[in-house]
């Protein structure tokens, strides 16, 4: 199993995401999709595989596009857990992610 952490962009926020992820994942694998390649922040985090999300809806804001991929993605990895920054952009692609899914979602 793995935890699925999605990374907006590195800094303070990212790491906070990354720290409760660690701590659900309990020894399982952390991986990671971003837009760009996060420097030293997700290394540090603990994240064992970067999936590198190449679309241009990630660097825009549309979240229910961004949902969409990160379902897509999901289906492939089958994490446990979906992890992202709560921040107001984490919260909803999170939320769409759990409109198309018909799972729980905590803020």
């Known amino acids: 199993m793995t935890v699925l952490v999605y990374v907006e962009e590195p800094g303070e926020l ?13 020894g399982t694998e952390l991986d990671a999709v971003a837009a760009t390649t996060p420097s030293d922040t997700l290394s540090q985090g603990g994240v064992s595989t ?34 992202a920054a709560g921040t107001a952009r984490g919260n909803e692609v999170l939320a769409h992610v759990a409109a198309i899914t018909d799972l729980p979602f905590a803020a």
């Open 50 to 83: 970067l999936h590198l999300a190449e679309h241009d809806v990630f660097s825009s804001f549309a979240p229910a596009a961004i949902a969409r991929a990160l379902v897509e993605l999901v289906g492939r990895v089958s994490p446990s857990a979906l992890v």
């Open 14 to 26: 990212t790491q906070q995401a990354l720290a409760f992820a660690r701590r659900v994942a309990q």
